[in-house]
């Protein structure tokens, strides 16, 4: 069964600091994909970054980098110089081989001015 | 591209009332999704489609729920009868066939806030 895990409901960052969200996730397969998605006030799923397993490299997008750790089956994403703008809910999710995505339940994320 | 269009973005209705949300993926794409959001259970996939055809519709809470794919740029939802604890946040995304090059990333309308009085 794949199971992805956000262990952390809710976080804070104040402006410009850097911020870690974390996601745990299992899956008995070795070639699948790893998303983190944003979902702002206004409901709408914004892919945020992508990592495809079978690359070691961590992926990054401007100021949102993922640490892999394929071994551990851990996938975190790491904001840095944060902005208002990235205020939202955060929801990893896991793509095997098959058509399904798994999402975890998501951790909320405010930024203080 | 457009990316993915759901409508309307939101409907009040009342109870026992036919209410039918509507999704036209993004051109190109095979695969289509329906998922629906609440607070209580988060995202839930309910029924997808390959090719315009159902693969997996385990997810559909129910018989009110139905699911049709006519044709690669037209989905339709429908609940009927409506119920209240139908009422969430229901999202189409879409996908194209081939993995790798970004094809197994989904993409996501901006979905239609259903309210079921």
């Known amino acids: 069964a794949q199971t992805v895990t956000q262990s952390q409901p809710e976080m804070s960052v104040q402006e410009a600091e850097t911020v870690t969200l974390s996601c745990t996730y299992d899956?008995?397969?070795?070639?699948?994909?790893l998303f983190w998605y944003k979902q702002p006030p206004s409901r709408q799923m914004i892919l945020v970054i992508r990592?495809?397993?079978?690359?070691?490299q961590n992926a990054t997008e401007n100021r949102f980098s993922v640490n892999f750790q394929k071994a551990a089956k851990s996938f975190s994403l790491k904001i840095s110089d944060s902005q208002l703008g990235d205020t939202a809910m955060y929801f990893c999710?896991?793509?095997?081989?098959?058509?399904?995505?798994?999402f975890g339940t998501g951790t909320s994320l405010t930024v203080i001015p | 591209d457009a990316g993915v269009i759901q409508s309307p973005r939101h409907e009040v209705t009342e109870m026992g009332q036919e209410v039918t949300l509507r999704c036209k993926p993004i051109?190109?794409?095979?695969?289509l999704f329906w998922y629906r959001q609440t607070m209580m259970r988060g995202l839930e996939l309910l029924i997808y489609?390959?090719?315009?055809?159902?693969?997996?519709d385990s997810g559909m809470p129910e018989d009110r729920f139905s699911a049709k794919m006519p044709n690669a740029s037209f989905s339709t939802l429908k609940i009927q009868p409506s119920e209240p604890r139908d009422s969430a946040v229901y999202f189409c995304?879409?996908?194209?066939?081939?993995?790798?090059?970004?094809?197994?990333?989904?993409?996501f309308g901006p979905g239609t806030r259903l309210l079921v009085l």
């Open positions: 995304a879409s996908r194209k066939g081939t993995s790798g090059m970004g094809g197994e990333t989904q993409y």
């Open positions: 899956t008995s397969e070795s070639n699948y994909y």
């Open positions: 990592q495809e397993a079978y690359k070691q």
């Open positions: 999710a896991l793509k095997n081989t098959g058509n399904q995505f798994y």
């Open positions: 051109s190109g794409h095979d695969y």
């Open positions: 489609f390959n090719n315009n055809v159902p693969i997996d």
